[in-house]
């Protein structure tokens, strides 16, 4: 069949993301196009993620004619969990577009996961729910051959103006057979050139797994769900070696949610790494609680690891247990040192406003940060996702709003302890606070031990030092 695959993500409609300058293709949707063609289907892809309006696919569809669009998101992107108002009326758009057409619409995103009926009223034919690759070859064959879809695992369809959701499909555990991902079809120059710009250096994205465990109660799993599987360090390294040499890459993001998490794997890789001789470096996501162990941490150092993103959430015990964390802020500590003193960069994942948090609470959060001071912290508010514990105790308050304009929107959409413009208050209190810390530390620093950026974070010191005294007296307002 002729399909022509895209993706419904657009760094360009959420201006905080664009500002950072850091695009990934889309991966999730190269590995739909990889299996389609290996099925033997006449496959083009459409990459919105630089676009500057979605429209610009409909001169592809009209150009192509193709049978079949596939509308299929980037799982390993986090940020298509937070389906944002904006990409939402975009799909919404060129599903429309490609019924005028005439043309079959299939769906798999988080978002047309968890509100399948809304796409269906809103013209897609067909939505893959979870995982895709095997779904979507078996739907379009069936599709192909003109058969009934009723018993294909994994999907819902209309019909007689209903939705009707068929039995779940059961998830891949072999990921080693899947086809290398599209990557031939990325407009690679344009990418480098955005990171390039802004960062001096180019990354690519990588996921190593599929799921996640863990069973944070404010964290849902559409795409890959509870569990966890991996492929080989040798099957990792093949690909990592193909994109180093082919496009002189030599940074990546490890988009796991859970990265190494099996025993022995990062070993593995950290040799499959120097047998090569490969030169790169990565960053990763992963839990304090992973990261106590002396023989991984050396893995991770030793086979290039620059930066880890840990979920910290909270310097309060008593949120990360209301979270069904599993984690605590011991181990937080202990894991912070510990990477540090293999020089591996340490990031915070932040999350204030979780139901019943206090201002003490908030202060103990504020006083971890200062007390192990972070190489890099992200902020962001408890935000209910579909299929989550934490939405099911909210979704009473979700009338007004339920997605965000953009990921800076940082919109409080629940009844909490403080109103919402408190948390964009402290938001940016936070963050004011880091930088001055950021300067102290730089100016006690003696000679040579002052690393680059010194006179830049001293700097940044003296513009917040006001505007943080500032953001304190208003959010002192809303606390007494």
Not at 89 to 106: E, L, P, R
Not at 253 to 280: H, S, T
Request: charge should be neutral; glycine fraction near 6%.
């Amino acid at each position: 069949m002729k399909i022509l695959v895209c993706n419904n993500y657009y760094y360009r409609y959420d201006q905080k993301q664009w500002e950072f300058g850091q695009p990934f293709p889309p991966l999730g949707t190269l590995y739909a196009v990889s299996v389609l063609r290996e099925a033997g289907h006449d496959v083009e892809f459409f990459d919105n993620n630089l676009v500057e309006h979605h429209s610009e696919i409909y001169r592809s569809i009209d150009q192509f004619s193709p049978e079949l669009l596939v509308i299929y998101d980037d799982g390993f992107n986090y940020l298509t969990k937070m389906c944002l108002s904006k990409m939402q009326d975009a799909g919404f758009d060129i599903i429309q577009y490609a019924k005028s057409k005439s043309i079959t619409t299939i769906c798999n995103s988080s978002d047309s996961t968890d509100h399948f009926s809304t796409y269906h009223k809103k013209g897609a034919d067909y939505v893959i729910h979870g995982e895709g690759e095997e779904t979507l070859i078996e739907l379009v064959s069936v599709l192909s051959a003109n058969l009934s879809v009723a018993k294909i695992q994994g999907i819902s369809y209309a019909t007689d103006g209903d939705a009707v959701k068929t039995l779940p499909r059961k998830v891949k555990k072999d990921l080693d057979a899947l086809p290398r991902p599209a990557w031939g079809d990325v407009a690679m120059e344009d990418y480098r050139a955005i990171w390039m710009k802004h960062h001096g250096y180019f990354a690519l994205n990588q996921a190593t797994t599929r799921g996640c465990p863990y069973k944070c109660n404010w964290c849902a799993k559409p795409i890959y769900g509870n569990r966890y599987n991996s492929r080989s360090p040798k099957n990792v390294i093949d690909e990592l070696e193909y994109l180093v040499k082919q496009f002189g890459v030599n940074y990546f993001w490890m988009c796991d949610d859970i990265f190494g998490l099996k025993p022995g794997w990062v070993q593995a890789f950290r040799d499959e790494r120097a047998e090569r001789n490969l030169d790169f470096q990565y960053k990763i996501q992963s839990r304090a609680d992973l990261l106590l162990q002396d023989d991984n941490l050396d893995a991770l150092a030793d086979s290039g690891a620059h930066e880890i993103w840990i979920g910290a959430e909270s310097g309060s015990q008593r949120i990360l247990d209301a979270m069904d964390k599993g984690t605590t802020v011991d181990q937080i500590h202990t894991a912070t040192k510990k990477l540090k003193s293999r020089n591996v960069r340490v990031a915070f994942f932040l999350q204030f406003g979780y139901l019943t948090e206090t201002w003490n609470e908030v202060k103990q959060t504020i006083n971890m940060v200062m007390e192990l001071m972070p190489d890099d912290i992200g902020i962001s508010v408890s935000y209910p996702l579909p299929g989550t514990k934490f939405y099911d105790k909210v979704k009473a308050d979700l009338v007004m709003k339920s997605n965000w304009t953009d990921s800076d929107d940082l919109d409080m959409m629940f009844e909490n302890t403080y109103p919402p413009v408190f948390y964009k208050v402290l938001h940016r209190y936070v963050h004011n606070r880091y930088r001055i810390q950021k300067g102290l530390t730089k100016l006690s620093m003696q000679g040579g031990a002052r690393k680059s950026g010194t006179l830049k974070d001293i700097l940044r010191m003296i513009y917040h030092t006001p505007q943080a005294l500032i953001n304190h007296m208003r959010l002192i307002k809303y606390v007494n």
